[in-house]
């Protein structure tokens, strides 16, 4: 949509919102547009996507918005607005020495500036994957964080096959093609409204990230088992599992929250599955689980956790998590892996999954899991997928990466209790 100079300034206002770090950027985001319902849908689209494309490049945009023409706010608010919708937008609304200074700006090699900047990462999680990656590949990491995710939809082999729903996007002129490694992918070219196509009315498809998807197939569930979501949320991995069970067996979604669990309700209608039984929990120490204690074949713990996989779809995550709240969070991560590992039967498996990028969250969590659960073993993740039939190089964990598989970053360990 065409550029207005009024949404400068509500591009500046809700960026002032969103970089104080009180909460979430997309609640702020959602409660500014909720507080000026006369923006249309184009017009929230730029404002959302420049203030993101800030968040995405602060350090880098910071840098650059230490002088020129106006606030440092507006000069921010501007490079947001550059970025999302062209420096030829903004001529018309812009006076002409803030237009000296962004062409200027335009003209910086990103090269020339000092690598810290350049990849917008805080310089303790900057830390952590330096120990991981070779710089050239940090760098190519952090590029592919500060891009935004693709649109992932996974389709519903209950209701339709991938076939099915990229015939039925192509009927509404949505571009779309299959995904790369999930057998139920389907990869959509930019934001179209998916909502109102009678192929999600219908659920014929969830939107669901690929990576999130292939965890779903390293749990490989099978027809008639026990399967329990142990922090099942508004359920896309819970449907994924339902799907894969062909609607047999029982799958139950445990959560803490009864407001995600309600968002699981319509999402579940639409699947047509009639395996799931949703559970709202106090804790990972409910007596309902004890209910279930050795009787469950697969359970999978998608943990709490930071959240810093998914830095593309979430980039304020980078600047409002810190060493403390990561630290805070593997004791809990740790206690809801044993709590959940009670539920598994003899022979039956255990997937511990996060997105996050921190080795602090994913192996120091699993190791420390085995050291004080001898009576479980690592089962290689290359194993499972192979068995899978899919085709993904990974060593024992499952690590998927933004820039090694365009998916968001998550792990995920199986670990099979021991008959």
């Known amino acids: ?47 959302a996507e420049a203030v993101f494309a800030v968040l995405r490049r602060r350090m880098e945009f910071a840098h650059l918005a230490e002088s020129g023409a106006g606030s440092p706010a507006r000069r921010m608010a501007l490079l947001g607005l550059m970025q999302t919708a062209g420096r030829n937008a903004l001529k018309p609304f812009v006076t002409e020495q803030e237009l000296s200074w962004l062409e200027h700006v335009s003209k910086i090699d990103p090269e020339s500036l000092p690598l810290r900047i ?41 209701k339709a096959s991938r076939e099915d729903v990229l015939n039925a996007l192509s009927k509404a002129g949505i571009e779309a093609g299959e995904t790369p490694f999930a057998p139920f992918g389907v990869r959509v070219v930019g934001k179209p409204p998916l909502t109102k196509l009678d192929a999600f009315q219908h659920g014929w ?96 713990v998608d943990a709490p956790c930071s959240g810093l996989g998914t830095l593309r779809r979430n980039p304020d995550l980078k600047w409002r998590q810190s060493p403390e709240s990561v630290a805070e969070l593997a004791p809990k991560q740790l206690s809801i892996l044993a709590s959940a590992s009670r539920l598994v039967k003899k022979g039956g498996r255990l997937v511990y999954a996060t997105c996050s990028i921190l080795e602090a969250e994913n192996e120091a969590v699993v190791q420390q899991f085995l050291a004080d659960h001898p009576d479980f073993a690592l089962v290689p993740a290359r194993d499972v997928l192979a068995e899978q039939r899919i085709e993904l190089e990974m060593g024992d964990y499952l690590s998927l990466w933004p820039h090694r598989h365009a998916t968001d970053g998550f792990f995920a360990a199986v670990l099979e209790r021991q008959s």
């Not at 500046?12 to 923006?39: C, I, M, N, Q, Y």
Request: with cysteine.
């Open 1 to 47: 949509m065409r550029l207005h100079g009024f949404l400068i300034g509500q591009t500046e206002t809700l960026l002032a919102e969103v970089l104080k770090l009180t909460g979430p950027a997309d609640a702020t985001t959602s409660r500014f547009f909720r507080a000026h319902p006369k923006l249309g849908h184009g017009e929230r689209g730029v404002i």
């Open 118 to 158: 350049r990849l917008n990462l805080p310089d303790w999680i900057y830390q952590a994957l330096a120990k991981r990656f070779e710089a050239a590949e940090l760098a190519q990491l952090a590029v592919a964080l500060n891009y935004p995710a693709p649109l992932d939809l996974r389709a519903n082999p209950i």
């Open 205 to 300: 498809v969830e939107v669901q990230d690929e990576g999130s998807q292939l965890l779903c197939s390293l749990v490989a569930p099978k027809r008639g088992e026990m399967i329990v979501d142990f922090c099942a949320g508004a359920g896309g991995k819970t449907l994924a599992l339902g799907a894969a069970m062909r609607s047999t067996g029982r799958l139950y979604a445990f959560d803490i929250s009864e407001r995600r669990l309600a968002k699981l309700k319509p999402r579940l209608a639409r699947s047509g599955l009639s395996n799931v039984n949703p559970v709202l929990i106090d804790s990972e120490h409910d007596a309902k689980i004890k209910r279930l204690a050795g009787k469950i074949d697969r359970v999978l």
